[in-house]
């Protein structure tokens, strides 16, 4: 069983910043992708960024791009997610997924198949 781990989340005052790290227990082949959602409190499960595992395509939610950048590091089988000019209403808990599949755009809870536990990010105003 594949195991994500996020950490990184805290409270820090609006237009500051936070990186937020994604572990995974193993890599196997059939994860092509790795994806950041968010969900705030009362709030559906929202779709933050992805990336493709093999390939350097990147997606965003409109609500995050130019501010967020997702990445990866292959050797330490670990995703990131740098948040800059953070804003109060991107406080949520976090969450980590990955995907069988590498479809560009891949952007619905529904089609993640691993998730981590979440860290909460909190900002201030």
């Known amino acids: 069983q594949v195991q994500l781990v996020e950490s990184g989340g805290g409270l820090v005052q609006a237009g500051g910043s936070l990186s937020l790290s994604c572990a995974a227990s193993?890599?196997?082949?059939?994860?092509?992708?790795m994806g950041w959602f968010r969900q705030a409190a009362g709030k559906e499960r929202d779709f933050v960024a992805a990336?493709?595992?093999?390939?350097?395509?990147?997606w965003y939610a409109d609500s995050v791009k130019g501010r967020f950048t997702i990445s990866r590091d292959n050797a330490k089988n670990t995703v990131y997610l740098q948040m800059n000019n953070l804003k109060p209403e991107d406080t949520a808990v976090y969450y980590c997924?990955?995907?069988?599949?590498?479809?560009?755009?891949?952007?619905?809870?529904?089609?993640?198949?691993?998730w981590g536990q979440g860290t909460q990010v909190t900002v201030s105003s």
């Open positions: 990336i493709r595992w093999s390939v350097r395509s990147t």
């Open positions: 997924a990955a995907a069988f599949s590498d479809r560009y755009g891949l952007g619905r809870a529904r089609d993640y198949d691993y």
């Open positions: 193993e890599r196997t082949f059939s994860i092509l992708t």
